[in-house]
């Protein structure tokens, strides 16, 4: 009893230093976002004065709205494609038991350890030869593959921990492979593509390095590709630059806040399956 009041002291002490950690930095920056926008803050210091008129220069000088359609258009073309092809493969890799699907799970498995630096040059040129280059589609058809080999192996962990009970009743009852897929199995992986619609949907949402190669409009990057185009503006406004970067990762902020609950389930059911 002792020692699991320990643990649990320990536990949450470890959280509480992680939300700290998290915390420390989002407030440095939302209070150099308020100081004066001719001053550059140092230290923490809260102003006396917050200047929460940074916040609308940052957002209309910045063009924040259109830089948040167009990664919201980039989100969109990523997040449901990569989910509908993970959640098929996964079912076949995991639910279906199809023959050398081990050697294609290697497969996949081997795409994680490929360093995404790594596949910049070739995806420049790939994207120049397809004539998407400098369009949002340069960033949207590299993401989906580049995102699938986790999203696969995601998927499939799910579906192997399904009963294999439900796959046959529903095949005595008649179904087919396609019915029993689409009435049994994906209700049932709700938690788990949730789950991987939110993480996709953060690493699109934050991707830097791709298109800033890729997209020479920053317009047309992502919000977070298009730091680069804030650092420039705001280069001597270090204010203006933070309240620009909080605008940015805000959503991103909003949309874990709200679907926290299903990402937590979805790590739950899976470890509780294990």
């Not at 308020?34 to 140092?42: I, W």
């Not at 580049?146 to 192997?160: C, D, G, Q, T, Y």
């Not at 791709?210 to 280069?235: E, H, I, K, W």
């Amino acid at each position: 009893m002792i020692n699991n009041k320990s643990e649990v002291i320990l536990g949450r002490l470890l959280l509480v230093i992680a939300l700290v950690i998290t915390l420390v930095p989002l407030a440095s920056m939302l209070s150099a976002a308020l100081q004066p926008a001719d001053q550059n803050p140092t230290g923490f210091v809260w102003p006396s004065d917050p200047q929460w008129i940074n916040f609308v220069t940052a957002f209309e000088v910045g063009n924040v709205f259109r830089l948040m359609q167009s990664s919201a258009l980039i989100v969109l073309g990523v997040v449901p494609i990569s989910i509908i092809i993970a959640t098929m493969a996964g079912y076949a890799l995991g639910g279906l038991r199809m023959k050398g699907g081990r050697f294609i799970l290697i497969f996949f498995v081997l795409g994680l350890t490929i360093p995404f630096e790594a596949l910049i040059i070739p995806l420049y040129y790939q994207a120049q030869s397809m004539g998407t280059l400098n369009t949002q589609l340069a960033i949207v058809f590299p993401l989906i593959g580049l995102f699938m080999p986790f999203s696969v192996f995601w998927m499939r962990a799910h579906f192997v921990n399904v009963p294999p009970e439900l796959s046959e009743a529903a095949r005595v009852d008649g179904a087919t492979t396609w019915q029993e897929f689409v009435r049994i199995q994906l209700p049932l992986a709700v938690p788990a593509t949730s789950a991987l619609a939110i993480l996709l949907f953060l690493w699109t949402w934050n991707q830097f390095l791709l298109p800033v190669v890729l997209v020479a409009d920053p317009l047309n990057r992502t919000v977070a590709g298009a730091l680069t185009f804030f650092q420039g503006q705001y280069s001597l406004s270090i204010p203006l630059l933070n309240a620009g970067a909080l605008l940015i990762i805000t959503p991103a902020i909003i949309v874990f806040l709200i679907f926290q609950r299903q990402f937590v389930r979805a790590l739950l059911q899976g470890a509780v399956k294990g």
